[in-house]
């Protein structure tokens, strides 16, 4: 749902709930003449994917909710990334990357398929997943966190 500026199209709906914490309940109106009643006793739980596609929150934002990030573990993605001929070499650029440029199993879905296809063509490895990496990877390399330069040293 982020594509956009929460604050923007949830705005009612936060409104709505400022009012329920201090009334305890209260209505929100879905279309007119559709009213839906908002009990303390009833939660609203989402996840949000957050990457470079995505527009960070506002302040507010997290001002009325509770945030819990879920971090990609090392093992699980080298499990995910299966028994490619590259896995070590992708493994090695996540570990120099992560802190800073964080990828994980959709961009490993993405360098497979673009990987196998290039094989398929006749295309190297070597020319294939230096192409995943400058497509996929090094865009994440932004900023002008001190990090980032010390992570592009580390990449090359």
Known sequence: MNLARVEYYFAKFLSVMEVRMREGET?????????VLLPPNLYFIGTVNVDETTHNFADKIYERAQMIELEINRDDLKTYLGEVEYQEILMQIWDTLHEVAPFAFRTIDEIKTYVTEAKVLGVPLKDALDEQLLQK????LKGADDRVGEALKAFI
């Open 27 to 35: 209505e929100i109106e879905l279309a007119p003449g559709k009213k």
């Open 137 to 140: 990877i090094l865009p994440k």
